[in-house]
């Protein structure tokens, strides 16, 4: 990757991770990965899954998380070597 890529990449992952709910998101997968949106919304006590798929949008668009589809299902995993790399702190 070249090091503006690689720039770029960090700045998405930072700015992902810089809204607090959405680092809560990527924490508590770090912690429990394979997790659906309607468990994360009641770990998180979020009223609106909408604003909860917002955020695990944003978070799979930077890499930070991986989707797999199960029948009507989608569960989210952290991408461990995206968050090995820029974000560490996560898995404390």
Excluded: N, W
Aim: with cysteine; net charge neutral; charged share 20%.
């Amino acid at each position: 990757m070249e090091e503006q890529e690689a720039i770029q990449a960090a700045v998405k992952v930072y700015k992902a991770l810089g809204e607090p709910t959405r680092f809560k998101i990527a924490q508590l997968l770090a912690k429990q990965p394979d997790q659906c949106c309607s468990t994360l919304g009641q770990q998180l006590e979020m009223v609106a899954s909408s604003t909860l798929s917002h955020h695990l949008k944003q978070l799979s668009e930077c890499g930070l998380l991986k989707m797999r589809k199960e029948g009507t299902f989608i569960y989210y995993s952290p991408d461990m070597d995206v968050i090995q790399k820029y974000a560490p702190y996560l898995l404390v």
